[in-house]
């Protein structure tokens, strides 16, 4: 099978090429070269925005399988539909688990149930880019897969539900200078996440799989803990205790706005999934690690170099300053109580 990865060197994408290569598949990645690309993986350089530039690398190239890891718009995904055309076998479009029902129904998520998510413009970005697609496959016969991963981390990652998305060290820094982090609600809402090399097993498992055109899968992990378990597990691979603020997201969002689309739009919700659909087209595929090993090599991988370990100082005020008036409030409301 002829492979094209649209990314490649990306947070979920690197572990998936990886395991293409160490699977003997035939895989070509097109990325801005921004980051060193995985050994043994072929790579062309390009702005796959940059249509003339993208017609140029790629000629009139066919490939069995692309799967593209970075369209966020119906325009993107336009784009690429009309670059793939009548030379693709397979278009699997990376999608994001984010575009499920908020607030869900139902505790547990399947791929059918609705899409629908106000609080955040990237999900239903998404959400409009598979509606896409789902047209194209039914109009045009255009070979369309949709993923939907949940939140997927690897070595570069720190996933926490408030943390600086560039620079997610951030987070583990503030553990080790014995500052609180904030986490939202109670602590207690159930989560699920994915390593990318678990990710990877079931991606590289859906190439070229013909009866999976036209169907919609998430790749998650079995794996449900409380965000309490998941912060608690940081702090232990940080080699810290964990000191921890509760503050409701109803709190956070009147005070950071920006942060309601991933919050109450995302991570403020459980997210349980079903992972009986992509078992049934994947059968080898289970997810192996859990989030206790898997954080502690991301940690390891940030020790290994403090050049690798950026912190993002704006996240740091701003959350310093979301601590104080917490705080504040809080402690003028143990007074008004006569707890103080
Ligand atoms: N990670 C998660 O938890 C998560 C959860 C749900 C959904 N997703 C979805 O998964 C996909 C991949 O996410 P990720 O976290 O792996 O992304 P990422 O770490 O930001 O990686 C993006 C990849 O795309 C390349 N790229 C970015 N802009 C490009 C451009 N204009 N032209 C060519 N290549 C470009 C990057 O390399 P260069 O910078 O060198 O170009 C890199 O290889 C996204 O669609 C995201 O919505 C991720």
Redo the contacts with the bound molecule.
């Keep these: 099978m002829k492979i094209l ?10 572990a998936s090429a990886e395991l293409a290569v160490a699977r003997g598949l035939d895989l070509t ?7 060193a690309a995985a050994p043994g993986v072929r790579q062309i ?6 249509p003339k530039a ?1 017609a140029t690398a790629l000629g009139g190239t066919s490939w069995d399988v692309v799967v ?5 718009s119906p325009a993107e995904l336009e784009q690429r539909i009309a670059l793939f055309k009548g030379r693709v076998g397979q278009f699997i479009f ?5 575009v499920y029902q908020k607030p869900g129904a139902h505790w547990l998520i399947t791929e059918s149930t609705p899409l629908a998510n106000p609080f955040w413009d ?1 999900s239903r970005d ?1 959400i409009a880019c598979e509606e896409r697609l789902t047209r194209a496959l039914r109009e045009e016969n255009f070979p369309a897969v949709i993923v ?6 690897g070595n ?2 720190v ?1 926490l539900t408030l943390n600086s998305w560039p620079k997610t060290f951030t987070a583990v820094d503030r553990m080790r200078r014995g500052k609180p982090v904030i986490i939202p609600g109670d602590g207690l809402t159930l989560w699920t996440m ?1 390593h ?1 090399s678990d990710f990877a097993k079931a991606l590289i498992g859906l190439l070229g799989h013909q009866s999976a055109i036209g169907h919609a899968f998430h790749i998650t992990s079995d794996e449900v803990l409380t965000w309490n378990q998941i912060y608690s597990a940081v702090a232990e691979a940080a080699g810290v205790p964990l000191r921890a603020i509760h503050i409701s997201s109803d709190f956070i969002a009147a005070c950071v706005p920006e942060a309601v689309g991933s919050l109450t739009g995302d991570k403020a919700n459980c997210a349980i999934f079903d992972t009986t659909k992509i078992k049934r087209f994947v059968p080898d595929f289970v997810a192996t690690t859990r989030f206790r090993d898997g954080i502690k090599r991301t940690i390891n991988w940030f020790d290994a170099d403090p050049r690798r370990q950026e912190i993002d100082e704006e996240a740091n005020v701003k959350w310093d300053k979301l601590i104080a008036a917490y705080e504040r409030g809080l402690a003028a409301a143990r007074k008004e109580f006569g707890q103080a």
Excluded at 5 to 14: K, L, M, P
Excluded at 94 to 98: C, G, P, T, Y
Excluded at 148 to 153: A, G, H, M, V, W
């Design positions: 990865f649209i990314g490649g060197t990306g947070i979920i994408s690197t990645i097109l990325n801005r070269g921004k980051r350089v390009a702005d796959i925005n940059d993208v593209d890891f970075i369209s966020f990376i999608s994001s688990a984010s990237y998404k939907r991963p949940s939140f997927t981390y570069n990652c996933p994915t990318n």
